[in-house]
Nanobody, 121 residues
């Protein structure tokens, strides 16, 4: 089981920046993909950014050009650099790990506890 711990959330003014971190309990190179999701009050959880083991990335249209997902393999940590933050970026941000079993081919998903990001005007 992969354990994930997010950090780096907080209160920031619109136009500012934050960097979120997600520390995994095991070698992230054994994990098929890492992703950041967010959930605003009254809304469904949505994908923000995803990074595959091979280095491929994809982003929600709403964050393209502003957010960057990256990783530090030595630290088993994935980051989400968020620039030019907008009011609508306010949400709880969650880290997710997707791990495929070599034996069964089944994908297991693991979630962190979430970190609050609040963007103020």
């Amino acid at each position: 089981q992969v354990q994930l711990v997010e950090s780096g959330g907080g209160l920031v003014q619109a136009g500012g920046a934050l960097r979120l971190s997600c520390a995994a309990s095991e070698n992230i190179l054994t994990i098929n993909a890492m992703a950041w999701y967010r959930q605003a009050p009254g809304k469904q959880r949505e994908l923000v950014a995803r990074l595959t083991r091979g280095g491929g990335t994809n982003y929600a249209d709403s964050v393209k050009g502003r957010f960057t997902i990256s990783r530090d393999n030595a630290k088993n940590t994935v980051y989400l650099q968020m620039n030019s933050l907008k009011l609508e970026d306010t949400a709880v941000y969650y880290c997710k790990a997707e791990k495929v079993s070599w034996a069964t081919g089944r994908t297991s998903e693991y979630w962190g506890q979430g970190t609050q990001v609040t963007v103020s005007s």
